[in-house]
């Protein structure tokens, strides 16, 4: 048997603009999956930790140590440059 993982709720409203094409889109594919808004919110944007570009970068980025924590990276070893 595998048991349910507790839900992350360390939750924080943000005041971001998105357009209304958006909106209509994320709650339509909301109701069509049972999830809510929220969690189709959610799992999109965790989406972004996959793109290789976006962690290559974050390898290269200076004071990156929230942003590869984030990533679930490694700090380089050569000190936060990449060659």
């Known amino acids: 048997m595998r048991f349910m993982v507790p839900k992350e709720k360390n939750l924080k409203r943000t005041d971001w603009e998105v357009p209304q094409k958006i909106i209509d889109l994320v709650k339509a594919y909301s109701e069509y999956t049972d999830y809510t808004e929220n969690e189709v919110v959610e799992y999109y944007l965790n989406q972004i930790q996959e793109d290789e570009r976006f962690r290559d970068w974050a390898i290269k980025k200076r004071n990156n140590k929230k942003l590869l924590k984030l ?12 060659s």
């Open 71 to 82: 990533l679930e990276m490694e700090e380089p070893q050569n000190g936060g440059t990449a």
